[in-house]
C-alpha cells in the first residue's frame, strides 16, 4: 500500500512524533523511506530572517545531518531510505519531490520552527492543498 513513505522534517524537536510516525509507518508496510529537509529560499523568508550565502550552506549542511539521521533511523528498523536536501519554497519543493518519486505517503508535522508560518500560514496546510499524493500531518503530542 506504501511503496514509498516521504518524511518531511526541518530537524527540531517538534518534527521528532512526525519522524518516528513515518517510520512506524514504513515499518508496518515494509516500505522504502524518503527523507527530506527543504532550505527555504522563498524571498518573503529570507528578508524576515536576513539570510546570506553563509546561513544557506549552514542549513544545507544541518539538512544533510537531519536526513542522514533519519536514515539510520529507517535502516534501524530493517528499512531502505533515502535522503535528499532541497532548495526552495517548502511545501512546493516537498510536493515536487513526492510527483517525482512515486510517494504514496507524505508526512509531515503540524508545525515547524518558523514563527513567519503565523503569517503565511502552515506549510502542512499548504503540502495538503497541493498534493495528489495522501498527507499525513501530526501533530506534537502523537506518540
Same mark, same amino acid.
Given at each position: 500500500?506504501?511503496?514509498?513513505?516521504?518524511? !518531511?522534517?526541518? %530537524?527540531?524537536?517538534?518534527?521528532?512524533?512526525? $519522524?518516528?510516525?513515518?517510520?512506524?509507518?514504513?515499518?508496518?508496510?515494509?516500505?522504502?523511506?524518503?527523507?527530506?529537509?527543504?532550505?527555504?529560499?522563498?524571498?518573503?523568508?529570507?528578508?524576515?530572517?536576513?539570510?546570506?550565502? *553563509?546561513?544557506?550552506?549552514?542549513?544545507?549542511?544541518?539538512?544533510?545531518?537531519?536526513?542522514? !539521521?533519519?536514515?539510520?533511523r529507517a535502516? !534501524?528498523?530493517?528499512? *531502505?531510505?533515502?535522503? $535528499?536536501?532541497?532548495? %526552495?519554497?517548502?511545501?512546493?519543493?516537498?510536493?515536487?519531490? !513526492?510527483?517525482?518519486?512515486?510517494?504514496?505517503?507524505?508526512?509531515?508535522?503540524?508545525?515547524?520552527?518558523?514563527?513567519?508560518?503565523?503569517?503565511? %500560514?502552515?506549510?502542512?496546510?499548504?503540502?495538503?492543498?497541493?498534493? *495528489?499524493t495522501p498527507?499525513?500531518?501530526?501533530?506534537?503530542?502523537?506518540?
Amino acid at each position: 500500500m506504501y511503496e514509498n513513505v516521504l518524511i !518531511a522534517t526541518d %530537524g527540531s524537536d517538534k518534527s521528532e512524533p512526525c $519522524v518516528n510516525h513515518g517510520l512506524e509507518v514504513g515499518e508496518a508496510f515494509d516500505s522504502h523511506i524518503h527523507a527530506q529537509y527543504v532550505v527555504e529560499t522563498e524571498a518573503t523568508y529570507i528578508l524576515s530572517v536576513g539570510l546570506g550565502d *553563509d546561513q544557506l550552506s549552514e542549513y544545507r549542511e544541518y539538512g544533510e545531518e537531519t536526513v542522514s !539521521a533519519v536514515a539510520d533511523r529507517a535502516a !534501524a528498523r530493517g528499512l *531502505d531510505a533515502t535522503g $535528499v536536501v532541497s532548495t %526552495g519554497a517548502i511545501a512546493e519543493e516537498i510536493v515536487e519531490y !513526492a510527483e517525482a518519486n512515486d510517494i504514496d505517503l507524505i508526512v509531515m508535522g503540524r508545525q515547524g520552527r518558523g514563527a513567519i508560518e503565523k503569517y503565511l %500560514g502552515s506549510t502542512a496546510e499548504k503540502v495538503a492543498r497541493m498534493a *495528489d499524493t495522501p498527507v499525513t500531518i501530526v501533530g506534537r503530542g502523537s506518540k
